[in-house]
């Protein structure tokens, strides 16, 4: 349904979709094993920040369980989706975004791998720096929204505290320094 609506039925059906997914867990299981993902990142890819507002809300239900869970670990183009988004230029689909990605890294260190490997497919076919999205946000120059900060520095830290090696760790410490993170950090930490 989802694949062949547009409009009002399709709006409705993307609304509806998260409270279906609250009402009855075992569809989840289904939805997954049925590409679901990929046809939620289908749809979200063509449609405007409403409707990737309702799939978000919808992602972070599917999230919520462990088949989901499981289903967007073994699905990486939905990591890959999520972090494109996090260069919207609506600060919702940013935010939420945003948390649908640190839900992810917290649920397991493991996943910090996965993460790594949807930045760097994004912005390496873009020709950007890794993480530049996450920079980009951190850059705002009149330091916008608090609590986007808050989060794009928090999943910088939590991605780098489950960096499993040393080497890793210091391409990512220096890919971030080469996009001025110190002196972003010291001008947020000496603003209001």
């Known amino acids: 349904k989802l694949l062949n609506s547009s409009g009002r039925?399709?709006?409705?059906?993307?609304?509806?979709?998260?409270?279906?997914?609250q009402d009855d867990k075992d569809l989840v299981?289904?939805?997954?094993?049925n590409d679901?993902?990929?046809c939620l990142i289908k749809v979200g890819s063509e449609a405007d920040q409403n409707y990737q507002n309702y799939i978000l809300r919808a992602?972070?239900?599917?999230?919520?369980y462990v088949d989901g869970m499981n289903g967007v670990i073994s699905h990486n183009e939905t990591i890959q989706w999520l972090y494109t988004l996090t260069a919207s230029k609506f600060?919702?689909?940013?935010?939420?975004?945003?948390?649908?990605?640190?839900?992810?890294?917290?649920?397991?260190?493991?996943n910090t791998i996965l993460l790594l490997q949807?930045?760097?497919?994004?912005?390496?076919a873009r020709g950007t720096k890794d993480f530049s999205n996450i920079m980009n946000i951190l850059?705002?120059?009149?330091?916008?929204?608090?609590?986007l900060l808050v989060y794009a520095m928090t999943l910088i830290n939590k991605a780098l505290n489950a960096v499993p090696d040393q080497d890793t760790f210091?391409?990512?410490t220096d890919c971030l320094e080469e996009q001025n993170m110190e002196a972003i950090i010291t001008r947020h930490t000496s603003s209001k």
């Open 36 to 38: 679901g993902l990929e």
């Open 9 to 21: 039925e399709l709006r409705r059906a993307l609304f509806s979709l998260k409270q279906i997914f």
């Open 29 to 33: 299981h289904e939805f997954v094993n």
């Open 170 to 172: 210091y391409n990512i």
């Open 91 to 110: 600060r919702l689909v940013v935010k939420t975004a945003l948390k649908l990605l640190l839900v992810f890294v917290e649920y397991t260190e493991c």
């Open 59 to 64: 992602l972070g239900q599917v999230m919520l």
């Open 118 to 124: 949807a930045v760097y497919a994004v912005d390496r």
């Open 139 to 147: 850059d705002e120059k009149d330091g916008g929204d608090t609590e």
